[in-house]
């Protein structure tokens, strides 16, 4: 009977230790699976943060009506030249912001200012401002133009302005145009072109990447920005 006793106590030992032990290696896959779970949100928002991904643009807010040649503050062109807003006054100017490491809404964003730049038919100046000053450098930008075929000028002058921080956030308020930096470095923005008359008012604006060039055209005209 003792020895029966000391077998039954044994396994019953021996099966508690292993139910223990076995709930304990499912609690570590548990947690493995968490963290594979969680690494596979990391990856997958990296993935999603990757630079050629899409993300929904920010929206637009809403825009000054006072001018934009009232801001005194200096920029720096892709030639290394200083430039004012001011410096534009008497004519009809597009502007867009974007930066230049930006592989997917910005290169189309400039697309269409540069057909919207054709189909209005007259040359037409454009500004486009950077949000990222650290990267986008007169040389960078200077470099990108003309990668990019906006260097000639055939249609109007392009402009590649960049500037201190808190320059580029006041204008970015006044054109009602929303961006943050990411944690890899790279932004989400609204997506704007818009049109100042020759006192540097908006007058026309129009959101997105792939806007109705021929309504956008229509509207500058009915502004009276340019001569039919």
Do not use: K
């Not at 590649?160 to 145009?177: D, E, H, K, Q, W």
């Not at 790279?186 to 026309?204: K, M």
């Amino acid at each position: 009977m003792t020895l029966l006793r000391f077998h039954a106590t044994f396994w019953t030992v021996a099966l508690v230790t292993l139910f223990a032990l076995g709930s304990v290696l499912a609690d570590g896959g548990d947690q493995d699976d968490a963290h594979g779970h969680a690494s596979g949100r990391t990856d997958t928002a990296h993935g999603h943060d990757d630079h050629g991904s899409h993300h929904p643009p920010l929206p637009l807010t809403s825009v000054a009506t006072d001018s934009l040649y009232h801001l005194s503050a200096t920029w720096t062109d892709q030639h290394g030249h200083p430039v004012r807003l001011a410096d534009f006054r008497g004519r009809p100017v597009m502007i867009t912001m974007f930066y230049g490491n930006c592989t997917t809404a910005c290169p189309l964003l400039l697309h269409r200012a540069r057909t919207l730049q054709t189909d209005l038919g007259m040359p037409m100046p454009v500004l486009a401002v950077s949000f990222d000053p650290e990267s986008d450098t007169p040389e960078a930008m200077r470099t990108y133009a003309a990668q990019r075929g906006y260097a000639d000028g055939t249609l109007g002058a392009w402009s590649f302005l960049s500037g201190s921080p808190n320059v580029i956030r006041t204008l970015a308020t006044m054109l009602g145009v929303q961006y943050q930096r990411r944690g890899d470095g790279h932004f989400d923005h609204s997506n704007l072109i818009a049109v100042l008359d020759a006192d540097g008012v908006v007058r026309v604006r129009t959101e997105g990447t792939s806007p109705d060039v021929a309504r956008v055209v229509e509207e500058v005209r009915a502004a009276g920005l340019l001569t039919p």
